[in-house]
């Protein structure tokens, strides 16, 4: 990271988790970095929540279109096969086949709509190759959704300590960028930052809960390295089931289980583990107005000023470098896609 410095921009970055930390990469990739970027957390152990105990499930509509792309450049360009464990993955169906189901298939807004992530693999298919069915997984009715191309797997827990390694050795000054990508904390970090805001951040937590299973068979050859994701209809309980690669070729097997609103949000990161969601399940990629917290009107966008990233659910790990290179855009003045207006305040 040695390209010249801005000398009338630095950005502080509140949040040190994948958006943050993807945010943070970007904007000290890009070809005019500012002066310093300074990321804060309040945790004592980094990644002790969503970003680090993620299942790690990547795949490609609208903005994953982008991120998709963004964690296959990260990978090429840091051996992400052995870094972090990125592996193309099989997307499985074991809900049974209804007559009629093969007309069932994604659509591009099923993102910004919460929907299922088994819709967002792409074309169903019951064509089965050779050493395509997951050795950790009982044969039984399914269908395959997806082949490498369109989704992916990653340990996050990895990737987001290799990102913090790249952005570690960055000065920390003064900001006049102020981004607030805290998780489910997000909202709550804004108001007490501006008490007197009348603006309300419609952001909340939704805790996922996980449990993790070392497969102890042989690893795979590598003509058949690739992870598998598995989506479970069981009358109203769908579980999702995720391999993903250790460095040692292994597996673990990441069995997620069901998520809640109900639980209360932590003070801090140690105790249960909350992901951010807003209202409409969309998450929130925004420059917000000045009005709302200052007396004081700021410039125009790239000329410092207070942004938000948050409320991605249970789509933090995927969407995480398309979300950061946005944000990164967005606070350098750049040129920001139509689409981001659906995910505006």
């Known amino acids: 990271m040695t390209s010249p410095k801005t000398d009338d921009n630095s950005v502080v970055i509140l949040g040190c988790g994948i958006i943050g930390l993807t945010t943070a990469y970007y904007l000290l990739t890009s070809s005019t970095p500012p002066a310093s ?10 990644f002790e929540c969503a970003s680090g ?8 509509t609208e903005l994953g279109v982008l991120s998709f792309r963004l964690h296959k450049e990260l990978t090429e360009e840091n051996d992400g096969g052995r870094e972090w464990g990125y592996s193309g993955s099989l997307g499985i169906s074991l809900s049974r086949i209804k007559e009629g189901a093969d007309s069932e298939t994604p659509t591009s807004d ?24 997951p050795s950790w997984l009982k044969r039984g009715v399914a269908k395959l959704l997806s082949t490498g191309e369109t989704t992916a797997q990653v340990n996050s827990l990895q990737l987001c300590e290799l990102l913090l390694r790249e952005c570690l050795p960055e000065e920390v000054i003064p900001c006049t960028s102020l981004l607030l990508a805290a998780g489910p904390w997000t909202a709550r970090a804004y108001k007490q930052l501006f008490p007197a805001s009348e603006l309300r951040l419609p952001i909340s937590n939704f805790a996922g809960w996980s449990v993790v299973f070392r497969d102890e068979s042989p690893p795979p050859s590598e003509d058949n390295a690739l992870c598998h994701a598995a989506f479970i209809d069981m009358d109203g309980f769908s579980p999702e089931v995720f391999s993903q690669k250790l460095p040692n070729g292994q597996r673990d097997i990441f069995l997620a289980g069901v998520n809640s609103s109900q639980i209360p949000l932590p003070a801090i990161t140690t105790d249960p ?4 969601i807003t209202d409409n399940r969309t998450p929130i990629i925004a420059r917000i107005d000045s009005k709302h917290y ?9 000329q410092g000023g207070l942004y938000v990233c948050a409320g991605h659910g249970p789509w933090g ?29």
Do not use: N
Request: hydrophobic letters at 35%.
């Open 294 to 302: 200052s007396p004081v009107a700021s410039e125009g966008a790239g």
């Open 110 to 133: 099923q993102l910004f709509d919460g929907q299922s992530r088994r819709f967002m693999t792409g074309e169903f298919s019951t064509a089965w190759t050779d050493g395509e069915w």
């Open 317 to 345: 790990i995927s969407l995480g470098p398309g979300s950061g290179k946005l944000c990164a855009d967005m606070i350098l003045g750049g040129e920001v896609p139509a689409y981001l207006s659906k995910l505006g305040l």
């Open 273 to 276: 583990l909350p992901r951010p």
């Open 37 to 46: 970027v300074h990321i804060l957390d309040t945790s004592p152990t980094l």
């Open 53 to 60: 105990r993620s299942g790690g499930f990547i795949a490609r």
